[in-house]
Structures are given as structure tokens and as C-alpha cells.
């Protein structure tokens, strides 16, 4: 979902103007074709598209770099792995997003704010000494997302109206964070099992000077049906019908929030993209008159953006060779995850 006739109004060159605040270019001491690798620290990692997206970018940028998926528990992997002289960046994924954050020297804002990384990128102090530096682009995927799929018209009405995020686990705190840092969302309503789940993530995010945004649990449907109707709505939970009595709540929640007859309706990123791309939110909402992201687009944005700062290389890629990207990605998720459960956008 990559319209030719549209320009987007984000540029990730500014991503990679940022990542020098943290110190120099790791690559000005490379010859600019000596091989390289990038490991992904996670558990397990049978089904990750990662190394499918990333080494078919390498491929299309003429980079002579190697992506690896590494099947590891141990903090002494990743420490081992940056300190080879052949390794240009690593990426992390659960269990360890926020174990591994003493292993690195600095984080980024967006990673402070969300309080774990999904990346590693290398940068120079002084001295010439290797810095490790983390950051999370899993947020940077869903403001790409909205950004390049949403006209200024909707944009605009975007930032005047509340926004609703459906969940509240990891991707949740990313969806957070790019709602209100990027797309300027002030109010953001969250449905969700449990309470207790949505209080965590308001206290962590009460903590970043930052963060101004109003946080709501919405947690019965008289408050659902009371509440102005959101604009950006962000899917973070698996394609599964709701089991528990929490679950159902949060469904009827959501389904009240977005079936307002009055023809407010926005914009939708629905993370979760297995077992089919066309999950039954997806269904529900173009049925009740939203615009709908795939959950692939900010899984495709996120690698990009990783590639930015390994890469040192802020060009992105053309509409044709976007084209490429998600057909690997719909070949992987087919050779993948045959018969899988619902899968979101971390990589």
C-alpha cells in the first residue's frame, strides 16, 4: 500500500540525522563493500520474517551484508556478537526487548519513552570507540504507516479527535508513543482485557517528560457509548474470537467506539497480519466504513528504518522495489506460518 501519487510527509533521513547526536559514522572505518553482519537475539525465532525483509533490502541497496537470526536466551550472545569487528548492528525481540537494555551505552528518545528496544545501531565516540545505541523502530513503523497511507485531510482531523488502541502489550506502548509524539493525538482511549494491564502502561508513561498525552481505559460499554469517537485506531491484539469475560468487554468496546453513524469515520493499522492479512477486525471495520492499513506496512517500515541507521543510507526505496518487498513478505508468511496463530508486526 505504497501510492505512487503520493508523497509522504515524512522523511526517515531525519532518523539518520538524529543518530549522529550519539557519536560518528561506524562506516567512515569500513572499506564501503567489506562484508557485514547483523544478528536478531530472540526466543524462539522459527517463524521471523526478519531475515527474509532484511537480506532481500541488502540485496536491493547492492549492501554485502548478512542478516542472521540467532535462537538465544544468554545477555553474553549480544555482547559477544557487537564486539566482532565484522558486525554492523543487531536487532532484539522477546523475550529480551527490555532485558537488554543495560547492554547498551545510550537510548533514543522513542526508546526511553517506550522503555524497550527492538535495535542496535553503532555509532563512534571520540575516541574512535564503538557505542551501542538503542532505539525502537516498531514505533517508527506505525507512524510511517499512518503517515504514508492517510491524506493531510485525514492527518488533520487525526490530530483534533481522540485515538483508540485495541490492547496493551508491547505494541500497544509503540502505537502509544506514535499516536501522540508524531501524529499529535492528545487523548488516547485504550481497550483492553484488563485493567490492570492499561495502569502499567500509564504509570510508565506518566514517567516521560515528553508524554502529555490523556491515557483512558475504557473498560464497559455505557462508557464506550459516551465517549467522542476516535479517528486513528491501532489493533495489537491476535486474530482470535474473545474467550474471557475481559476479552468480550474490550470487543464490545471497540465495536461501540467505531460504529458511530455519523460519518467520522478514520483510519485503522491492524497490526496483526496471520493467519491472514485479512483478519476479522480488518472485516469488521471496512464493513463499518474505515480505512484499513495492513499490519504488514509497519512491519515493512520498521526494517526500513533499522536499514536507515545500519546502513547509514536515508534513500528509500522506489515504488517498484517496495513492490518486491511485499511479495517476499506475503511468500514468507505463506512458507512460514501455514496453519499459524495471529502474528503482529515485530520482527
Not at 197 to 212: C, L, P, Q, R
Amino acid at each position: 500500500m505504497m501510492p505512487s501519487a503520493y508523497q509522504a510527509p515524512s522523511d526517515l533521513d531525519t532518523v539518520l540525522r538524529d543518530s549522529f547526536r550519539y557519536g560518528s559514522s561506524l562506516l567512515d572505518q569500513r572499506p564501503k563493500f567489506q562484508k557485514g553482519d547483523i544478528y536478531l537475539l530472540g526466543y524462539p525465532l522459527r517463524h521471523s520474517l526478519a531475515p527474509i525483509l532484511h537480506n532481500k533490502l541488502f540485496y536491493l541497496r547492492n549492501v554485502p551484508w548478512t542478516y542472521h537470526a540467532l535462537e538465544s536466551k544468554e545477555k553474553q550472545d549480544l555482547l559477544n556478537l557487537l564486539s566482532q569487528p565484522v558486525c554492523v548492528g543487531a536487532a532484539v525481540t522477546m523475550p529480551h526487548k527490555v532485558s537488554f537494555i543495560p547492554l547498551v551505552d545510550d537510548m533514543t528518545e522513542e526508546a526511553k519513552g517506550i522503555g524497550a528496544i527492538n535495535t542496535i545501531f553503532i555509532r563512534l565516540d571520540n575516541s574512535g570507540k564503538r557505542k551501542y545505541i538503542g532505539t525502537n523502530t516498531d514505533t517508527i513503523g506505525v507512524r510511517e504507516s499512518f503517515l504514508r497511507n492517510s491524506t493531510p485531510e485525514e492527518l488533520n482531523r487525526g490530530k483534533r479527535s481522540p485515538g483508540l488502541v485495541i490492547g496493551a502489550g508491547g505494541a500497544c506502548r509503540s502505537a502509544i508513543y506514535a499516536l501522540h509524539h508524531w501524529l499529535q493525538v492528545d487523548e488516547i482511549y485504550i481497550a483492553n482485557r484488563l485493567r490492570r494491564e492499561v495502569e502499567d502502561i500509564m504509570s510508565s508513561f506518566a514517567k516521560v517528560g515528553s508524554f502529555k498525552a490523556k491515557l483512558r481505559f475504557v473498560g464497559s460499554l455505557a462508557e464506550a457509548e459516551s465517549l467522542p469517537a476516535p479517528f486513528f485506531v491501532v489493533g495489537t491484539v491476535p486474530d482470535f474470537p474473545p474467550q474471557t469475560d475481559g476479552e468480550k468487554v474490550a470487543r464490545q468496546c471497540m465495536e461501540a467506539l467505531m460504529t458511530r453513524a455519523d460519518g467520522n469515520q478514520g483510519v485503522v493499522l491492524e497490526m496483526c497480519y496471520h493467519p491472514s492479512i485479512r483478519t476479522s477486525f480488518t472485516v469488521f471495520a471496512e464493513n463499518a466504513g474505515w480505512k484499513v492499513i495492513p499490519g504488514t506496512e509497519p512491519m515493512i517500515w520498521q526494517g526500513i528504518t533499522q536499514q536507515v541507521l545500519w546502513t547509514e543510507n536515508g534513500k528509500l526505496l522506489n515504488e517498484f522495489e517496495y513492490q518486491k518487498i511485499e511479495k517476499v513478505i506475503e511468500v514468507g508468511l505463506a512458507a512460514h506460518n501455514p496453519a499459524g496463530r495471529g502474528t503482529r508486526s515485530s520482527l
